[in-house]
Every structure is written in structure tokens, then in C-alpha cells.
């Protein structure tokens, strides 16, 4: 079964929230630190196996558990193996600030997670905490490397940030020289809480494409369930280097992926307006053709486009809430 959206667009793409909190304090997302809004408790791991199994049959054959920091749930590894053996999944990815990988990444891995994106703003220690609140850089590249070894793919994933970090360009993309690893650099989005920090720090990420183009680098095609990253390889490189452009004119013709959040709130855009609480209709197994119905009836509301450059952004007061 294959969703489609009203712009002809097929959805097989899951970002499920498992943690709204985070323990960073990452300046363009969360600079006064997570504060615990809503009493209500996140999805169990029986909800979040009925979840998937409704959205499997639809289709959703790639889940990628992410947060707010997804490994603060101690249950992780128990998520995601529910989530990996149900049927229709084919990929489980997760989302991580990356400071616990190394001691969970074996666990993850044999749980039927392949895939991790972390998160790496600066390759600088300092920098690193100025942007982060912590001093973990050694440990996540050990967690990286760890992840590399079990043979895991692995993603970092770095927004560039005017007079903060841009200068670090090269020394991201050198990562994937040695290693099969991509480097991916992710265009600063506004959001409610950061719109004065966007303003002077945003850096538009199609200079960067065009840089890596200038470098010999080369575009490849888009292959099915791709995130939102354009991808570029060079010879004598055994990674590869992607470009998430959200202003890119074409950006949301390629959308397949929906969100659901730590709570079970189905959101159809980063930027939307609203959320649809699916969590009633996650109580027993019985619900699924209902919970199907009212995704496949949500969805033909997807908006065409973000708007971002129209300056509409949505209810999104930062990415921690919703699972970025
Ligand atoms: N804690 C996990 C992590 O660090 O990857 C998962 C959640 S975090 C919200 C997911 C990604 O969203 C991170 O790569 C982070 O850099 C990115 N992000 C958060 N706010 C953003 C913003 N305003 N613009 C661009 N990327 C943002």
C-alpha cells in the first residue's frame, strides 16, 4: 500500500519523536535548556509498536526515532527493536546528540537499528561547548567511530552558523575523506524561539552546495526514501557530503516523510500550524484501520509547500518539541 498526498507526492517516511526532553542546550534550539511544558508521559513502547504497525501497512517502510535526545529514554533499545521487527519496516535510523553512542551503539545494532545521524555543530572543543552547553566532543566521535565499526551507517550532521562555525567548513568535509562517513551540513531554520539568533547567524546552505559544485564535488540522484539531503561525492573520498536546503525552491516537491511526536500528535510539516493527537486511537490493537484512516484523511491536508520563505513558520516554537 503506498500513501499519496494530493500533490502526487508518496509518503514511506516515519520521523517518530520518542523524547521531547533534551539534556543540550544547543544555542539555535534549546539556549535556556529543556523545561518540562506537558505531564502527560510519551508513548509507551506498546503504543509506539501500534504505531508502527499502522503506519508500516501504509507503506511507512523507514522509521528514524529521533527527539528532543531519544537516548534519554532508558527504553530505547527496547523501541527500537519493536520498531525493527515489525512488519514492513525495512530501516530503523536514529537520531542522536551522539554523547551516550558509544555505550549504546552495540545495543542499538542488535536491535535492529543500521543507521545513526549525530549531531556535530563544531570539530572544535570550545566551540563545540560554546555552542552546546558540553564538553562531549571526544566522546561522540568515539561514539561515531564506534557506530562506524559495527558497521552501522552514519551520518553527522552539522549547521553551519554565520561567524560562529562556517569556518569549519573544510575541516567537516575532510571527515568523509578516510571515512565511509557522510558529512552533512543543515541550513539554519527559524523557529519561534530563535528568530533573533536566525537573523544574524543564518547562512544560506545553497552557497555551500554551490562550494562543494566549485570543488568537484558531484550531485547524485535522489534515491527512494532519501531524507531531505542533496548528496555529493568526489573521488578519492569514501564518504560523501550532503547539503539539507529548506529554501531551495524545490525542497517540499520531494517531501515524503511525515512526523509524530513524542506524545503521538501526527504533525504533517515541520512548520505546520497544528497537530492531530493520534494517541486515542493507540490504545489497542483494534484501532488500527481507524488510526489509518485518519492519517490517510489528515494527509490529503498537506499543505504543498512550508512557506519558510514567506516567513510562515508554523507553530514550531523549537525542533526539540517536535523531532527535528
Ligand atoms: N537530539 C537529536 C540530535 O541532536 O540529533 C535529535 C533531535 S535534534 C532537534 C535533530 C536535528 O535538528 C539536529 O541535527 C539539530 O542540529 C537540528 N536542528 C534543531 N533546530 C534546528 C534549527 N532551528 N535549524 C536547523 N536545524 C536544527
Redesign the pocket.
Same mark, same amino acid.
Given at each position: 500500500m503506498t500513501l499519496v498526498d494530493s500533490f502526487g507526492r508518496t509518503f514511506s517516511y516515519l520521523r517518530l519523536s520518542v523524547e521531547d526532553a533534551?539534556d543540550?542546550r544547543?544555542r539555535?534550539?534549546l539556549p535556556g535548556g529543556y523545561k518540562k511544558e506537558e505531564s502527560e508521559p510519551p508513548l509507551s513502547v506498546d503504543e509506539i509498536r501500534r504505531l508502527a504497525a499502522a503506519f508500516a501497512e501504509l507503506g511507512f517502510w523507514k522509521v528514524r526515532l529521533?527527539? *528532543?535526545?531519544?537516548t534519554l529514554r532508558r527504553d530505547l533499545v527496547e523501541i527500537a527493536a519493536a520498531v525493527a521487527g515489525t512488519p514492513g519496516v525495512r530501516r530503523v535510523a536514529l537520531?542522536? #546528540?551522539g554523547a551516550r553512542l558509544a555505550e549504546l551503539a552495540p545495543g542499538l545494532a542488535r536491535a535492529g537499528v543500521s543507521a545513526v #545521524?549525530?549531531?556535530v555543530?563544531s570539530l572544535d572543543p570550545a566551540r563545540f561547548r560554546e555552542i552546546t552547553g558540553h564538553d562531549h566532543l571526544p566522546r561522540i566521535l568515539e561514539g561515531i567511530e564506534r557506530a562506524l565499526a559495527l558497521g552501522l551507517t552514519v551520518k553527522l550532521?552539522a549547521?553551519l552558523m554565520k561567524g560562529l562555525n562556517d569556518g569549519e567548513f573544510e575541516r567537516f568535509v575532510e571527515l568523509s575523506r578516510a571515512r565511509p562517513l557522510a558529512v552533512r551540513f543543515?541550513?539554519?531554520?527559524?523557529?519561534a524561539d #530563535?528568530i533573533d539568533f536566525?537573523t544574524e547567524r543564518h547562512l544560506k546552505a545553497e552557497s555551500l552546495a554551490a562550494r562543494l559544485a566549485e570543488n568537484g564535488w558531484t550531485e547524485a540522484p535522489r534515491a527512494e526514501a532519501d531524507g531531505p539531503a542533496r548528496r555529493f561525492s568526489k573521488p578519492g573520498f569514501a564518504g560523501s557530503v550532503g547539503v539539507i536546503a529548506p529554501y531551495a525552491e524545490d525542497f517540499c516537491a520531494t517531501c515524503n516523510r511525515l512526523r509524530v511526536t513524542a506524545r503521538g500528535r501526527l504533525r504533517m510539516c515541520l512548520f505546520a500550524e497544528g497537530e492531530h493527537s493520534l494517541r486515542p486511537l493507540l490504545r489497542s490493537d483494534d484501532q488500527r484501520a481507524e488510526l489509518q484512516e485518519s492519517v490517510r484523511a489528515l494527509l490529503g491536508r498537506k499543505d504543498v509547500s512550508h512557506y519558510l520563505p514567506d516567513g510562515k513558520l508554523g507553530n514550531t516554537r523549537?525542533?526539540?518539541a517536535i523531532? *527535528?
Open positions: 533534551c543540550y544547543c539555535y534550539c529521533t527527539g *528532543g535526545e531519544p537520531s542522536t #546528540n #545521524n549525530v549531531s555543530d550532521n549547521v543543515i541550513e539554519l531554520m527559524p523557529t #530563535n536566525f523549537h525542533f526539540a523531532g *527535528g
